[in-house]
């Protein structure tokens, strides 16, 4: 008798403990769309203004962001999460990283907030292939990459400055 209790007890729960998984997955997409995700680690996201199939997402690119760190690459979050438990995403992504990554963000995320992410992301399954490797400074790029440094058009010698424009 205790046994069909304990079993009639689990198949009630099944479905608070599905919705409760559900609420994350829909939790960690909000949280990669508004933290911004997609912008480095899905190729095109940005230029389109989020006009990528969500398909994609998540996939890393092969642009790469160069200062004087290297040359840095936005990884394929789909296929890292399958290398990891949830407690070591957990801990991983509040830890510095290169720029531009804001791991800093991350770090600043509850708990709960970083687990509902990786659940989204492993929901997603594994799609693409990994970025290209960290290039050391000075290091060929064996890809396009955007200069991430400070820039100033130099002025000849007493001509105005250009007016700002709204």
């Known amino acids: 008798m205790r046994t069909k209790i304990v079993a009639v007890g689990w198949l009630l729960l099944l479905p608070c403990v599905a919705a409760a998984a559900s609420s994350d997955v829909e939790r960690g997409r909000y949280l990669v769309k508004i933290g911004g995700c997609n912008d480095c680690h899905t190729a095109g996201y940005a230029p389109s203004g989020g006009a990528v199939p969500e398909a994609e997402w998540l996939t890393g690119q092969s642009v790469g962001f160069k200062g004087p760190w290297g040359i840095s690459y936005p990884v394929n979050l789909r296929l890292l999460v399958r290398t990891m438990s949830q407690g070591e995403w957990i801990q991983r992504v509040g830890k510095p990283v290169l720029p531009p990554m804001p791991w800093f963000s991350l770090r600043a995320m509850s708990e709960s907030d970083r687990r509902a992410m990786y659940r989204y992301i492993w929901s997603l399954g594994p799609a693409g292939s990994p970025a290209p490797a960290y290039v050391a400074p000075g290091a060929a790029a ?19 400055a250009p007016p700002l424009k709204n």
Do not use: D, H, W
């Open 142 to 160: 064996p890809t396009p990459y955007i200069l991430f440094v400070p820039q100033q058009e130099e002025r000849q010698a007493g001509a105005p």
